[in-house]
Each structure stands twice: as C-alpha cells, then as structure tokens.
T-cell receptor, first 107, second 115 residues
Framework: AQRVTQPEKLLSVFKGAPVELKCNYSYSGSPELFWYVQYSRQRLQLLLRHISRESIKGFTADLNKGETSFHLKKPFAQEEDSAMYYCALQGAQKLVFGQGTRLTINP | DTGVSQNPRHKITKRGQNVTFRCDPISEHNRLYWYRQTLGQGPEFLTYFQNEAQLEKSRLLSDRFSAERPKGSFSTLEIQRTEQGDSAMYLC?????????????FGSGTRLTVV
C-alpha cells in the first residue's frame, strides 16, 4: 500500500524561526518523494524532489529510508512561506498525497 | 499553451442534478489525472488516462462518476445525481509518460458545491 502521513494539520512559527514539516510514508518499492506547495489563490506546484537534493526557497528535505520519513526544513522562516504544504509519493503510475500542513509564519 | 485549464472554476448545483467538468491538459502530455480535494485533506486520486485509455480508477469513483478522454486530448468528468458529499475541489493534472513525480502540472481546479 502507498500511504503518506503528515501528522500536523497546522503549524505556526514566528518569522526567522526554524521550520520543520513532518512527512512519513509507506511504500513497498523504492520511493520517489516530493514536496508540493499551494500558496493562497494559486494552483498546486512542485517545491522540491528528493532525488535532486536541492534547496528551493531555502527549503531542504532529506529522505530517510530507515525512518521512512521525508521532512521539510528551513532554518529561517519568512512570511512568504505561509502556504499549504503537501508531501507526495510517486507510486505506481500516480502521485499519492498526504493530508497537508498549513504553515503560518507570524511577523 | 498556458498550462492545464479547467472549466468551470466554480459550480453550484442542487442535489440530484448532473454536472460535468472539463480539463484541457498541456498538449504534449499524454497522461491526464483527476483528483478530488475536500476541506482539510490532500488531493485524492480518482482516475487517470494514457491518451484516450482510462487505465486506473479509484474506489472513490462510484458508479455515479464517469470520466472520458475521447480523443486523447481534453477530458470530462461527469457526476450524476449529485450528493452533498460530492462537494469538493476537483483537480486535473497532466504529465508526459516517463517523467516522474516532478512532471505533473496541475490545473486551478473546479470547486463544486452541492446544495
């Protein structure tokens, strides 16, 4: 079974504070994991993918196969980071999403 | 090509009525996906097409739901005898076979409200 779990529905931090959005997955094969983001009034878009190991907008995410986790991190939050964040797994032929975490950055 | 286009943006219908949504994917993308998103949930997979062939349907897709992609281009999603539980955002996405999870392009969605 393919499953993605994001345990926090809401996360609120102050500007400049570190951010960590948690994601755990269940997949029998070799996982391909992503973070998607949806800013207010915009469509769902890719933020980053585990394969590239890149940093996008200051965010990074490391795939931990032992803990089956793919947490999203940013050392210093900015107000424009406020959005819905979805962890997603590319399973057999389709993307499977977690329930999402609404991140609010307080000034 | 301006990306994935969905129409209408919003639809309000009375319970029991039929509704149809349309999705126009990126022209060179041969795969087209439908997802449903309810309040507080992530997108849930409904079905997908490769060209005109519907290759997978979720258990969420009851008999009242039907999707088509007649010429391998645009797709329609029809809901018959709508129920209040059908109220949701319906998202369409497309991608090219061989691209991974970063190859999806999503539309803005159609928000359905059943009253």
């Amino acid at each position: 079974a393919q499953r993605v779990t994001q345990p926090e529905k809401l996360l609120s931090v102050f500007k400049g504070a570190p951010v960590e959005l948690k994601c755990n997955y269940s997949y029998s094969g070799s996982p391909e994991l992503f973070w998607y983001v949806q800013y207010s009034r915009q469509r769902l878009q890719l933020l980053l993918r585990h394969i590239s190991r890149e940093s996008i907008k200051g965010f990074t995410a490391d795939l931990n196969k032992g803990e089956t986790s793919f947490h999203l991190k940013k050392p210093f939050a900015q107000e424009e980071d406020s959005a819905m964040y979805y962890c997603a797994l590319q399973g057999a032929q389709k993307l499977v999403f977690g329930q999402g975490t609404r991140l609010t950055i307080n000034p | 090509d301006t990306g994935v286009s969905q129409n209408p943006r919003h639809k309000i219908t009375k319970r029991g009525q039929n509704v149809t949504f349309r999705c126009d994917p990126i022209s060179e993308h041969n795969r087209l996906y439908w997802y449903r998103q309810t309040l507080g949930q992530g997108p849930e997979f409904l079905t997908y097409f490769q060209n005109e062939a519907q290759l997978e349907k979720s258990r969420l897709l009851s008999d009242r739901f039907s999707a088509e992609r007649p010429k391998g281009s645009f797709s329609t999603l029809e809901i018959q005898r709508t129920e209040q539980g059908d109220s949701a955002m319906y998202l369409c996405a497309s991608r090219l076979t061989g691209t991974g999870g970063d190859g999806y392009t999503f539309g803005s969605g159609t928000r359905l409200t059943v009253v």
